[in-house]
């Protein structure tokens, strides 16, 4: 026995399907209600928001080894710049810009730092917010991924393993580079050649390299500052004394860059965590230094 | 010079210069020229004296950038032991101890009876001007914030917190942080070279115990002396050491976790099950005025008399934000759960009360516990003392209960008191 049944068309739909979605990072063609780009895996809210508001967001990528505090920088900038009243505001675009901020500012407040960032960039999170200041007359509009450490090693040795981050690290309109401090203080180089070997990916992606006209800024931040008083008095200096590799890179390469320190926790302890080990935590919260580099990269991005 | 005298050589002498050096020039006067020259040479005289303006203190840089020609030791006040006093005159040497804030050392039993009635009538009113009085009593230390949203404390919200209840023997804290001058006696005084005062096991790092011209005092200061217009802000970039090395220099001590925690929270009991704690000196709810903090102060230390609407019961001010106060105990972290704790190999000591860049409000409590290295000489962290009632003589326990001025106890609050210490002898069994 056959039985009826009415199935709508639907022909709008396919109409929408018929229309590639270029994803705003890497600009490959997806369909309409995929949520994360099927070749760089970045979030395809990026580009719907981007098209209804008829924006184009700038790109600021926030680099650096596993460990070295990205996650915490960027929550924590983030937390900063939109609880303040004066000089530079932020407002995150979109729910999903904030739950960076959310999760960093949750962990922080137990005293605790959050958990590592995974490998997979769908894992990721992105910030799109608008940031205002009162140098500036029009807001800018500002994409800023949480990228793990680990994948941009891998990227960097084996490079368009991790898409996404090639092609953000070519189109970003500045760069914040985070390095350990205490590491470097502790007189271990593997900070200081990762961050060499770093540089001198940027400087290939540089969309200025081409014609010799490198005027992408870039802010190196010493992170962790609370554990080395060294570098928070003068970074510079510090650069220069302790990080000689990456100091002359800088100098050689490029051009619009300067120097910061910067801390989260005002200090640090021992915490033995039951199953895992013993772990750094913070004993409490002082940031100091976030904001300037950030500042500084807004300036010279005009 | 006199202002209206020195205007009027200004004017002459540039009078002179011009008619000298120009007329002289262009008619071809080599006299006229010789007037100008006197003219350099009254400008010269002029300003032989100018010195630039010190800015007044509301504009300072802050300490650590302080330009060094600020501090000047001209223009700053002289220490006690600097004006010069006659070791044999014993007037004469209690008054100096006085005015270096050394009143608890004349107060010690040792010394008590060799104050003649007036010196101990004005001994006893700096005590009690400078410190608070803590009558004894219990007071729960742990991680009970959430707890205390009604202000009261359960003894089953105490036992699920892992909290526990401490008993304090009553004494006197400061009622403001040390500040840069009192610190500055101990250091014009050459506390820095008496070392009896001082941990036998930190005698060796004490020559790093220098400002930012090598000499010895805290961090931040230069030459010896702490920023000008700073003397009411509290001293920081000293370390616990250094902290302890006064306290004992003025007769007193650092408070320990229990006592600088109940005279914040003030605890009293209400039921023999049941008491009241506060979670903020001023009540349990934040309230961003009162103390100077990372989203409510200007981003630096202020005055310690800066925040008066920050004032506990007792009337110890500033016990919450603009610097974290070194304590005596040692650090044991209060987020001890099932997750893990904190290493006892972190060797810290306890430090309270939050600063001026303290970003969570949850973290300049009462209860707040944090740590750090004994020998870190940091931007935010300064202390205030305390002495056992039972360190005095016993005149000045008299004289209290005498004059009842406080009760030596605060189990009179309730009338159960007696049941509410039995029970919490339970809590911490």
């Not at chain 1, 799109?128 to 009162?134: A, I, P």
């Not at chain 1, 807001?139 to 090639?166: K, Q, S």
């Not at chain 2, 976790?257 to 709810?285: C, I, M």
């Not at chain 2, 939050?354 to 940091?378: I, L, W």
Request: hydrophobic share 40%; charged share 25%.
């Amino acid at each position: 026995m056959t039985r009826h049944a009415e199935l709508p068309l639907e022909s709008y739909r396919l109409a929408q399907y018929s229309v590639q979605v270029p994803c705003y990072i890497c600009e490959e063609g997806n369909t309409f209600d995929a949520e994360f780009c099927r070749y760089c895996y970045a979030p395809l809210a990026l580009a719907h928001q981007a098209n209804c508001q008829k924006i184009r967001p700038s790109m600021i990528a926030t680099i650096g080894a596993s460990g070295v505090g990205k996650t915490v920088y960027l929550g924590m900038l983030m937390d900063m710049l939109s609880r303040r009243t004066s000089r530079t505001q932020m407002l995150a675009r979109g729910a999903f810009s904030i739950t960076l901020q959310q999760t960093t500012i949750a962990a922080l407040s137990k005293c605790e730092f959050p958990e590592k960032t995974a490998n997979e960039p769908d894992r990721w999170n992105w910030v799109h917010s608008q940031v205002r200041s009162q140098e500036q007359r029009r807001a800018t509009e500002l994409i800023m991924p949480d990228m793990a450490g680990e994948a941009i090693l891998e990227e960097m040795n084996h490079p368009f393993t991790y898409r996404v981050i090639r092609s953000l690290l070519s189109k970003s309109a500045g760069i914040i580079i985070l390095v350990d401090a205490s590491t470097i203080e502790r007189g271990r180089g593997d900070q200081d050649y990762f961050t060499m070997k770093l540089l001198t990916y940027l400087s290939e992606l540089d969309p200025g390299a081409k014609n010799g006209s490198r005027s992408r800024p870039v802010s190196i931040v010493f992170s962790k500052a609370d554990m080395c008083t060294l570098s928070s008095a003068d970074p510079e200096k510090f650069a220069r004394e302790r990080a000689t590799g990456l100091w002359q890179h800088c100098r050689e390469r490029f051009p619009k860059h300067r120097f910061f320190a910067a801390a989260v926790a005002g200090a640090c302890g021992v915490r033995e965590k039951f199953g895992i080990g013993e772990v750094q935590a913070p004993l409490r919260i002082e940031p100091r230094g976030i904001v300037e580099p950030f500042e500084w990269l807004l300036g010279q991005m005009k | 010079m006199n202002e209206k005298y020195a205007k009027w050589l200004n004017w002459g002498a540039l009078a002179a210069i011009v008619v000298g050096f120009g007329v002289g020039a262009l008619a071809g006067m080599p006299k006229l020229l010789g007037l100008g020259a006197v003219g350099l040479v009254l400008l010269a005289f002029r300003f032989r004296s100018w010195r630039p303006k010190v800015r007044p203190a509301e504009t300072q840089t802050p300490a650590f950038t302080a330009d060094p020609s600020a501090s000047s030791s001209k223009k700053l006040p002289r220490a006690a032991a600097e004006i010069s006093s006659d070791p044999t005159n014993p007037q004469a040497l209690v008054e100096q101890m006085l005015s270096q804030g050394r009143y608890a050392l004349l107060l010690r039993s040792q010394i008590i009876g060799n104050l003649s009635p007036d010196q101990l009538a004005e001994t006893r009113e700096s005590l009690e001007s400078n410190s608070s009085f803590v009558p004894e009593g219990e007071v729960v230390l742990g991680p009970v914030d959430d707890a205390l949203v009604d202000g009261k404390l359960e003894d089953h919200e105490i036992l699920t917190c892992r909290a526990a209840v401490v008993r304090v023997e009553p004494y006197f804290l400061d009622r403001f942080p040390i500040t840069n001058r009192e610190f500055y006696e101990f250091v014009a005084a050459g506390g820095y070279e008496e070392l009896p005062i001082w941990e036998k096991e930190i005698w060796p790092a004490m020559v790093e115990f220098v400002d930012e011209t090598g000499q010895p005092g805290p961090r931040y200061w230069r030459e010896g002396h702490y920023p000008l217009g700073e003397e009411n802000f509290p001293v920081i970039g000293i370390n616990w050491f250094e902290a302890s090395a006064y306290a004992r220099w003025v007769g007193k001590r650092l408070p320990t976790d229990a006592e600088w925690v109940k005279s914040g929270a003030w605890p009293v009991a209400l039921t023999r099950t049941a008491r009241f704690q506060r979670k903020y000196p001023w009540g349990n709810t934040m309230q961003a005025s009162r103390a100077n903090l990372w989203g409510s102060g200007p981003g630096r230390t202020v005055a310690v008399d800066a925040t008066p609407g920050g004032v506990s019961v007792g009337g110890v001010h500033q016990l919450i934000g603009n610097v974290w106060e070194w304590t005596a105990s040692r650090f044991v972290g209060q987020h001890d759960d099932d997750d893990g704790r904190w290493s006892p190999q972190n060797e810290l000591r306890s430090v309270r009360g939050g600063a001026f860049d303290t970003y969570f409000e949850t973290q300049a409590t009462c209860q707040f516990q944090s740590g750090e290295n004994p020998v870190h000489r940091r931007h935010n962290i300064g202390f205030r003392c305390a002495v056992a009632l039972s360190d005095l003589a016993p005149e000045v326990t008299e004289y209290l209960t005498g004059a009842g001025e406080a009760d030596l106890a605060d189990d009179t609050y309730d009338d159960n008191a007696h049941d509410a210490a039995e029970s919490t002898e339970k809590v911490n069994a």
